[in-house]
């Protein structure tokens, strides 16, 4: 996908393509998977299947449905409760527990129908609906205090999730090129409970309360998600030494967010306070984004070996944000500021490209990414250098070589340097510990990247890539009123120093049946959760690497493919984010890796 395509980003943009149906053909496939987790009493399995049908000449329909649903593998410890939504009395000073095991099942189910019609060799249109629910019992964590996949909540912690999503393209040939006019609208809404009761805990000295061992304050989150999208693109033919890229981009995206906490039992134990009740907090913030753009690419062939692309985005991004918040513990009722943001720029793009032989190409790029800013709609005014942040912007330079050795190896090799001006972070607020965005100064990422392909013989083939990155900040600075400091130095959160991942597959024929024998391992060296070694919440902490391998062995026909597999064979125990509440430290938690997996799969195409 050209960088200049699509939303804005700092380096560029994925995009998936599903497989389009088949005119003119019936084909279909089934597939299921069946895995025993360790430390799991569930089985995990995945039904899926595929029907392709041709309607005529010109038409053709494809359908896709499935489920798949991860066995758990934690144990919850929670409150047992009553009638009233307290926690027992254990009759001892205490609360009556319970335990609930493999509590973080989840459980995924999709559908997709993709139509395409052809009334002519020039036109295409393809459609399609895309239909989603993620529901999981509770969080694939551990307690940083407590044994391995144990965790302690007074109450589960579920979520769930639904997703629509609605896409439509058309493409014209026309004599000049191919015309693309690709709409999407996007519907995604959320709620998931989670234990607050680490944060409560310290209020209540503010209010000279004493917390009782039955309580627990629970917080309700509701998030939606609507966006539309439209971008319209005219790319030439490919004939002759000058290739281009025109194009137009829309995106209307509505986000809303809603936050209520219950701290259970408060006026059961104090009666009518007054100002205080259950409910302690009721918050919500929204925000209306409009990203519209246009860009454009150019292609000359210098030479017969040497090529310049040039290119450039125009874009204008209107973001509109406001927040309310109820807090009956202090009898006030906060609206808040809306928080308005706007911008407008053009970023470029410029690629050398040399042919250093028939199976070799070097090349140079530079390029500017940018990524908006925005605001945090944080439920009070301070600190005010929390309320908004701004956009980020990264000059990014490149060179490499990639090609291939005979017809059995390929290789690509790249160096690159980022410049990055105003790096956004995320970090967590004081103010409701509520995820928030910073601007943390200026930054660098220096990286390596090197991929190796081929056969080492005619039925083994291999893989193997590495990747060095260097991202730190490139100064000091602080906000919140200087309670959140980093240095000239710091790592950039989130971001390992060295990873590599390497496969192996082995193919032995077998009369009419084929045995391909698969092995990959992936490592990924140590990270840290926080910019700063003084984070606003929680604490600062560096994640141990991780080191995981995987096998499969399957036998293959036309029609047939059988087999078992094992992930995480090694059972690594990694350790990816923890989280910012430590107040109670048994009720703080990690989220973990799955650990060893093994399984069999059958999958039937037709």
């Known amino acids: 996908k050209r960088q200049l395509y699509g939303s804005g980003s700092l380096g560029g943009t994925v995009r998936f393509i599903h497989n389009k149906p088949q005119i003119g053909e019936w084909s279909g496939d089934l597939s299921s998977t069946v895995g025993k987790t360790d430390n799991s009493g569930d089985i995990g399995y995945k039904l899926a299947g595929t029907l392709n049908i041709p309607a005529g000449e010109t038409a053709a329909f494809r359908v896709n449905a499935g489920q798949m649903v991860s066995g758990g593998f934690v144990d919850l410890e929670r409150f047992v409760l009553t009638n009233t939504g307290l926690g027992l009395d254990d009759g001892a000073g205490g609360v009556t527990t319970a335990v609930s ?51 302690f909540s007074p109450i589960p912690e579920p979520f769930e999730r639904e997703v629509d999503l609605l896409s439509l393209e058309i493409e014209l040939d026309l004599a000049i090129g191919t015309l693309t006019s690709s709409s999407s609208i996007v519907d995604n809404d959320g709620t998931a409970s989670a234990n607050f009761t680490p944060f409560t805990f310290p209020l209540y000295e503010e209010f000279g309360l004493v917390f009782e061992p039955t309580q627990y304050s629970e917080a309700i989150f509701r998030n939606s998600d609507e966006m539309f999208v439209q971008e319209l693109r005219l790319v030439s033919n490919g004939e002759g030494k000058v290739d281009w890229a025109i194009g137009a981009f829309y995106m209307d995206h509505e986000t809303a967010e809603e936050e209520v906490e219950y701290l259970v039992g408060l006026t059961e134990f104090y009666g009518d306070l007054g100002f205080l009740t259950d409910q302690i907090v009721d918050f919500g913030r929204s925000a209306d984004i409009k990203d519209r753009a246009l860009f454009g690419e150019v292609t000359f062939g210098l030479t017969d070996k040497l090529r310049l692309t040039t290119g450039l985005r125009w874009f204008d991004i209107d973001v509109d944000a406001e927040q309310r918040f109820t807090d009956p513990s202090t009898e006030s009722d906060f609206s808040g500021v809306p928080t308005s943001y706007s911008d407008s720029d053009t970023i470029f793009k410029v690629n050398l490209a040399y042919d250093l032989s028939q199976q070799a190409l070097g090349y140079a790029t530079w390029s500017q990414g940018y990524r908006r800013g925005g605001a945090n709609s944080l439920p009070t005014n301070e600190p005010a250098d929390l309320q908004a942040f701004r956009p980020d912007e990264v000059q990014n330079f490149e060179v490499g070589v990639k090609g291939t050795v005979g017809d059995r190896y390929r290789y690509s090799a790249s160096a690159y340097y980022i410049d990055w001006k105003d790096v956004q972070i995320a970090t967590f607020s004081p103010v ?25 013989a005619d039925n083994t083939d291999f893989s193997l890539a590495y990747t060095y990155t260097d991202s730190k900040l490139e100064e000091d600075f602080s906000v919140a009123d200087g309670n959140f400091v980093a240095s000239k130095g710091n790592r950039l959160p989130g ?29 990924t ?82």
């Open 525 to 606: 060296s140590e990270t840290v959760n926080e910019v700063s070694k003084f984070p606003l919440v929680g604490e600062y902490r560096e994640f141990d690497d991780i080191w995981t391998v995987a096998a499969r062995i399957s036998f293959n026909s036309d029609a047939w493919t059988v087999g078992i597999f094992g992930e995480n064979l090694t059972n690594e125990e990694g350790v990816m984010a923890q989280s910012a509440l430590v107040a109670i430290p048994n009720q703080a938690f990690e989220w973990v890796l799955r650990p060893r997996t093994l399984g069999a799969f059958v999958r039937y195409e037709f």
């Open 495 to 523: 971001v390992p120093e060295h990873m590599f991942v390497g496969a192996v597959d082995i193919r032995q024929p077998l009369d009419k049946w084929t045995v391909k024998y698969h092995l990959d391992t992936s490592f």
């Open 101 to 151: 095991e493999d509590i973080n099942e989840s459980t995924t189910a999709f559908a997709r129908l993709s139509a395409r019609f052809m009334p002519t060799d020039s036109l295409t249109i393809d459609a399609s609906y895309h239909y989603q629910k993620d529901d999981a019992d509770g969080r694939q964590a551990q307690g940083k205090t407590l044994p391995t996949f144990t965790m």
């Open 432 to 456: 409701n510990v509520l995820d928030v965005a910073i601007n943390g100064g200026d930054a660098s990422s220096t990286g390596l990247e090197l991929e190796l392909q081929g056969n080492l």
